[in-house]
Every structure is written in C-alpha cells, then in structure tokens.
C-alpha cells in the first residue's frame, strides 16, 4: 500500500498549520515524522486518516483520492494507532479488538468463527492473549497501548498510522510496540518524539517545523548535529555502538 500527500494546507483562522505538505511512501516503508511540538505531525495524520479535512491538496492511496472512498472502504485500506484512547464503558480486552472488524461487516452482522480468529492472531502478536478476558480498564498504559494496536491489526489493512504511539510508555513498552510494527511489513506512517526510536525503526524521515517539511531522507541523512541544532535548538553529539548504529546525546 502507498500513501502520498499532495500539498496538504490547514488553516484554523488565521493561522496556517499546515502549509503545503508533500509525503510519499513506498509499499511496505516505515516512515517517521519528526519535529518539534506544534510543527503539525498530528495534523498532518489527521489528514491522513481522514478525522480532518484539508483546506487543499489530497491524500492518495494506492494513486485513488482518500475522500472519494467511503470511510468503511478506507478503514479496510488504513489503521491508526493514537497516542491516548479512552472509553467509558468497561469493554473486556476481546471486546475492544473486536471493534476492529467493524469495517468488514454490515450494519447487522454479528461477530464470527473467522472474527474471533482474527482477534486470538492479533492478541497473539501483541503477546495480549493471555489477557483477552481482563477489562480494558484495568491494564497498564502499555498494555492498553499493546491492545489498541491488536485492534489496529484486526482491522487486516496494508497501512498502518502511528500518531506519538509510544510517547508516554516506559522503554520496554516502546521498543516493544516499535519491534512489532516494525515486523508487519506493511506500509507505516508514524509521528515519533524520540529521535533515538526514529533512527533505529525508520526508513525514511520528514522532518517538520512550523508546518512545513524542513528536510527528508534516511535516517543518517537527516539526523545531523546541524538540522538537529536549526529545528530543536540543542547541541547534540552523534555516538556509535558496538554494532555500528547511530545514537544520539544531547548535550
């Protein structure tokens, strides 16, 4: 699946959000969106995913318009993963991934052997099985985090939309979400905070500031200490390990 946005433009007022944004992906690319809060990441995801309508320009899929797709035709092609999710009905584990094949039933259709399969490969690939049957509320932020994407990969699309998934885990839980993703080998757009996450799971980064893309390409040609210096206002230093991957320390 490919996504590519045509010179997205979102104003609220007087204020232009976003001012022209161009992205394209590859089948099966990992594309991060980096840059400083209030650049316009999630605004920008909002179009993608269709919870916003852009003043001008157009989201793709596959070369077909996102907004001459009616939305259950979209939700079989694209998932999203946000950063927070709250519900205020108790749901079991299984009933919130479950929700997840609503795109691929009619209005009356109850839930079947092939759905309840579904949801045990998905539990299973987020390692949730074990708690299908425990309430949703009850779970640890990385654990609703780990459940929110079951549902995601229940939905059985090709492409994948991360807004700040992991932004407020511990690092076990954010290694753990980005390695799963990372092995799905489908199409994944994803606004990460973390340069560090951005550098060992991308292929390919935007970077972004007031609105606009700044700078595009891998991961080692876009993280230098001078974009970093220009777009954050920081001094960093740029570090090896032992396995010859990049790391960045703030200075």
Do not use: W
């Amino acid at each position: 699946m490919k996504i590519y946005t045509d010179n997205i433009k979102v104003s609220y007022g007087a204020a232009d959000i976003l001012k022209g944004i161009s992205v394209n992906t590859e089948a099966k690319e990992f594309i991060g969106i980096i840059g400083p809060n209030g650049s316009g990441k999630s605004t920008l995801l909002k179009c993608m995913y269709r919870t916003l309508k852009p003043d001008d320009g157009a989201v793709y899929l596959n070369g077909d318009p996102l907004l001459s797709m009616k939305v259950k035709e979209s939700s079989k092609k694209i998932a999203v993963v946000a950063q927070h999710n709250y519900y205020n009905f108790d749901f079991s584990v299984k009933e919130v991934v479950l929700m997840g094949r609503s795109p691929h039933k009619k209005t009356l259709d109850r839930d079947n052997e092939e759905d309840y399969k579904i949801v045990e490969q998905a539990l299973e690939t987020v390692g949730m099985k074990s708690f299908e049957d425990r309430s949703f509320s009850t779970l640890s932020g990385g654990e609703q985090q780990k459940v929110i994407l079951a549902r995601a990969l229940a939905q059985q699309t090709q492409c994948l939309i991360l807004d700040e998934p992991t932004n407020h885990l511990d690092i076990t839980h954010q290694l753990e979400i980005l390695r799963i993703v990372k092995d799905l080998g489908i199409t994944i757009v994803a606004a990460i905070h973390d340069l560090n996450l951005a550098a060992a799971y991308c292929d390919k980064l935007y970077v972004m500031r007031d609105g606009q893309i700044v700078c595009e390409g891998s991961p080692e040609e876009v993280l230098t200490r001078e974009l970093i210096k220009e777009v954050y206002s920081i001094d960093i230093e740029i570090v090896r390990d032992c396995r010859g991957r990049m790391h960045i320390l703030f200075v």
